[in-house]
């Protein structure tokens, strides 16, 4: 048989080619479906985790209560902030405590003097 006479593809050709290409999609196939059963392994232990992780305590220590300012203590921030938190914390306090918005003077102004404090305080620490 001449190399002119054989017609290509043949059967033979045929099956490798098939076989190829159902490697090439069922190989990728497979590891998608491993990742996913994989993934749902992570997801199913990282909701474990997060249950273990919910019951702890969120309270802040004596020893950091005690050593932080009260200036700091009243706008709700600990000891290491910025002016920009300084202000933004009494921001906050005072839509609750000024007396145009239902708080009384006396607490307006001792915000007034936790603020000024805190100021102090806070850009000494960050020059």
Wanted: net charge positive; aromatic share 8%; glycine share 8%.
């Amino acid at each position: 048989m001449l190399l002119a006479d054989r017609t290509w593809p043949d059967a033979v050709d045929l099956a490798g080619l098939g076989g190829l290409g159902a490697l090439a999609i069922a190989l990728p196939a497979l590891g998608y479906a491993l990742l996913y059963l994989d993934y749902r392994a992570y997801l199913r232990s990282l909701r474990r985790a997060l249950v273990l992780v919910r019951g702890y305590a969120v309270a802040v220590p004596e020893w950091v209560r005690r050593d932080t300012p009260p200036c700091f203590v009243a706008l709700g921030l600990s000891r290491g902030c910025t002016t920009a938190e300084v202000l933004a914390a009494y921001r906050a306090q005072v839509k609750r405590l000024h007396p145009d918005a239902g708080g009384t003077r006396r607490a307006f102004a001792r915000l007034q003097n936790h603020f000024e404090e805190a100021m102090r305080l806070a850009s000494d620490a960050h020059p």
